[in-house]
């Protein structure tokens, strides 16, 4: 992984400090716990972290079965879960997770060649992924994007996301119970409701769906946390991920 390998191992709480979260000055810092079954991976990832001020490693896992353990034990705003892990992995351990009541968010870690578990993960919850070649300094943001309940996914990674669904979505006339879920789901939304979750589908940021729907920033932000709550769904790109399941993006 580069520029997470080597080095020696970080301490927890105690060695990374308070301070405040990129958002709100006082606040408390960002809680994360590491799940990667490679040693070195842990350390070099509690090592870049262990730097920064507003996030603090609070522990780490090797496997996905020890996940809901170490969540009750150590209490993450954020786990960095690795996908490939010997005995439970991260897809399913992230799946338990997003089920039980007040999760913590998930940042899934992959090497982006296996698009179904990424979709699989995200399906499930996860706020996004980052690759095992991401940058330090990228790593840190995308850490406080999601403890402020951002997705991780540029516009453009929803795109090819979504592409990837596209072309391995049943063909033919036959029932397609995903489809048909998708569009049950969206006919329950309003005119208004729909055109943003419609534009989400299309991978726009908020600012580019309130120019072209002529809306705030403010009020874009407010019908995706209202489709949030309507569709009972974890974040934006899972709204994204249903639009295109319905055939609507």
Not at 16 to 30: L, M
Not at 64 to 79: F, I, K, L, N, R
Not at 131 to 160: C, F, H, M, N, Y
Request: net charge negative; no cysteine; charged share 20%.
């Amino acid at each position: 992984m580069a520029g997470v390998n080597g080095g020696a191992e970080a301490g927890h709480a105690g060695a990374h400090g308070g301070g405040h979260t990129g958002a709100e000055a006082g606040a408390a810092p960002v809680r994360v716990l590491i799940v990667d079954d490679d040693a070195l991976v842990r350390s070099g990832l509690s090592m870049i972290l262990g730097g920064v001020p507003d996030l603090r490693v609070v522990g780490e896992a090797s496997d996905g079965a020890e996940v809901p353990a170490a969540v009750e034990a150590y209490a993450p705003d954020v786990v960095l879960m690795d996908i490939r892990m010997p005995r439970v992995d991260g897809l399913s351990a992230t799946e338990t997770l997003r089920a039980s009541p007040r999760p913590p968010e998930v940042l899934v870690l992959t090497t982006f060649d296996a698009d179904d578990q990424v979709l699989r993960a995200l399906r499930a919850g996860a706020a996004g992924f980052l690759l095992k070649d991401t940058p330090p300094a990228e790593i840190v943001q995308a850490i406080r994007r999601v403890a402020a309940g951002e997705a991780t996914l540029s516009p453009s990674v929803t795109r090819q996301l979504i592409r990837h669904v596209t072309t391995t979505a049943p063909t033919g006339a036959g029932p397609d119970p995903r489809r048909d879920r998708a569009l049950r789901l969206l006919d329950g939304l309003s005119q208004r409701e729909r055109e943003v979750a419609v534009a989400l589908g299309q991978g726009r940021t908020n600012a580019e769906i309130a120019a072209e729907l002529y809306m705030s920033v403010a009020t874009v932000k407010a019908y995706v946390s209202r489709l949030l709550t309507k569709l009972d769904l974890n974040n934006r790109v899972q709204v994204a991920l249903l639009v295109h399941d319905a055939g609507l993006a």
